[in-house]
């Protein structure tokens, strides 16, 4: 209760008071029957015995507690109460400031769909498409919906029959309401009170729906990162290896959402993460192996999906059940797709992309005599046709609605993309994602439009592209300043919009042939 200096490393923390139930009252007398010396009987040392006995739980609190003691003055107290008084300045500037997180889509690189059934995969961050949440203190707890992504007002009856046959009944605000009280419960359940502090909660995306590419799992870790800055949580209160768990259960038991660990994992980790979920070691510590792999020299992949997707969640197919009916094809290729995994990791860091290339087939190949082509759907199959018809490996990122490949001749990629766009498929080049420090992600919060030059775009470019590029060259250079996970390889290029005042409509976009890699406006913002 009162340890001396020398037996801890911080002082900040404390034992405050102690509650008993009316059952462990009753050991207080075995307790004075073992200790008769009174300077045993004082309550830190019956806590100590009683540890050793009976499950003792403790509670983390806000705020502070502080008395004038044997080793507090009251020069202590008084920097206590500035502290905890609320008159800090820079406290009270902290708490009335907008607090935003994102969270990144991902590709599941090799072995998905095995993450929920005891397997391995490796999966990557996309820095193409990313979910925002705001958190900001207010005096009602407020979850704002999102303007298009859970309308309330419609321009006509057509219009609500059109977005609601596109976009469905089920917006992000389910997610938001949902990570809210799933943190509430968590909080509660492992001792930590939380401070009375209300908010205004909202959220943005551009990740494109129902495509697999881990949209609903993006708002949800963006919110539990507002959540936990704002309460004060660290990951000593919620350990980062649990953190995919927390945001499964939002999606599993509160919305009944069908997914695995895997997309949690990587928007948890970032980067470029391989996994191992082997029943072992869940078992074992209630979370799989997760190491960061480098992804800085990664091929260029290319991401094509579908302008209007069915659910994705069906195309799970009926897999799971065979799965728990111990059904020997199901579990001998979840194996398989373990053994893929482990294959590409040694090809990814011995640079064979090859080998990669290769695997990924076999990874699709595996997972289509699983499934069956109805439960894949006749527009992901189409895409792999295409992909394939190109020399292009190819395989799902996620659960259905989009595709991804490498293509080992990269020359092949504007013959690929040419007929992916005639058939109406969005298509665009990733761009993969790694975590940045802090002052290299201010350093990145330029406005800039990600684009594609046609190759046969003329060799005098305009002003604005000449200035751009810092030259005459017809292909923009990425800028020096923009986040480096955002410089495409091949044709892609920045123009810098917001620098100049003129938007996306001003010199930049006045005679510029450019296509941009992201087609759908919401997708460009």
């Known amino acids: 209760e009162k340890p001396s200096p020398e037996e801890t490393s911080s002082r900040l923390a404390s034992v405050v008071f102690y509650c008993f139930r009316q059952q462990s009252l009753a050991s207080l007398d075995d307790y004075l029957d073992e200790y008769p010396d009174v300077n045993d009987r004082v309550f830190g040392k019956f806590m100590r015995w009683l540890v050793e006995r009976e499950d003792v739980y403790g509670m983390k609190l806000p705020g502070g507690f502080q008395l004038i003691g044997q080793h507090v003055g009251l020069s202590d107290y008084e920097k206590w109460v500035t502290l905890y008084s609320g008159r800090n300045p820079a406290e009270l500037l902290r708490l009335k400031q907008p607090i935003t997180k994102r969270s990144y889509a991902r590709v599941g690189l090799i072995g998905n769909p095995s993450d929920g059934f005891h397997g391995k995969t490796i999966s990557m961050s996309i820095g193409n498409f990313w979910a925002d949440v705001t958190i900001k203190a207010s005096n009602k707890l407020i979850l704002v919906p999102h303007p298009l992504n859970d309308p309330t007002e419609f321009g006509s009856l057509a219009d609500l029959h059109g977005i609601s046959r596109k976009e469905g009944y089920l917006g992000g605000l389910r997610l938001l309401q949902a990570t809210c009280k799933k943190f509430y419960q968590y909080c509660s359940e492992h001792g930590i009170a939380l401070a009375k502090r209300n908010f205004r909660l909202e959220y943005d995306t551009n990740i494109p729906r129902q495509v697999g590419l881990a949209g609903s799992s993006a708002i949800v870790v963006a919110t539990l990162r507002c959540l936990m800055e704002f309460f004060d949580l660290s990951d000593a209160d919620m350990p980062k290896a649990t953190q995919p768990n927390f945001v499964l259960s939002v999606e599993l038991d509160e919305l009944f959402i069908t997914a695995g660990l895997q997309d949690r994992v990587i928007q948890i980790y970032e980067g470029l993460v391989y996994m191992d979920f082997s029943k072992a070691l869940m078992d074992q510590q209630q979370h799989g192996l997760y190491e960061n792999l480098d992804v800085t020299e990664m091929p260029q992949f290319w991401l094509a999906y579908q302008n209007d997707p069915s659910d994705s ?108 766009q005639l058939e109406g498929y969005v298509f665009s080049l990733i761009v993969p994602y790694t975590a940045l420090s802090p002052a290299q992600r201010q350093s990145s919060d330029s406005f800039a439009v990600l684009v594609s030059t046609p190759s046969s775009m003329s060799s005098s470019p305009c002003a604005s592209c000449s200035a751009s590029a810092g030259g005459s060259s017809p292909r923009a250079q990425p800028r020096a300043d923009v986040d480096p996970a955002a410089a495409l390889l091949s044709s892609s290029a920045f123009l810098d919009v917001g620098d100049e005042g003129g938007g996306a409509g001003g010199p930049a976009g006045a005679g510029c042939e450019v296509k941009s890699d992201i087609e759908a406006s919401s997708d460009t913002t």
């Open 313 to 420: 969640g069906k195309i799970h197919s009926d897999v799971k059940l065979r799965w728990a009916k111990h059904d020997e094809d199901v579990v001998a290729g979840m194996k398989t797709f373990a053994e893929y995994t482990d294959q590409a990791k040694d090809a990814i860091l011995q640079k064979d992309w090859m080998m990669l290339a290769e695997l990924m087939d076999k990874n699709f190949a595996l997972r289509r005599s699983l499934y069956g082509d109805p439960a894949l759907g006749t527009a992901n199959l189409h895409m792999i046709e295409i992909a394939r018809r190109h020399g292009s490996a190819v395989k799902f990122p996620g659960s259905g609605g989009a595709v991804f490949g490498l293509c080992p001749d990269q020359t092949s990629l504007d013959s690929l993309r040419t007929e992916l």
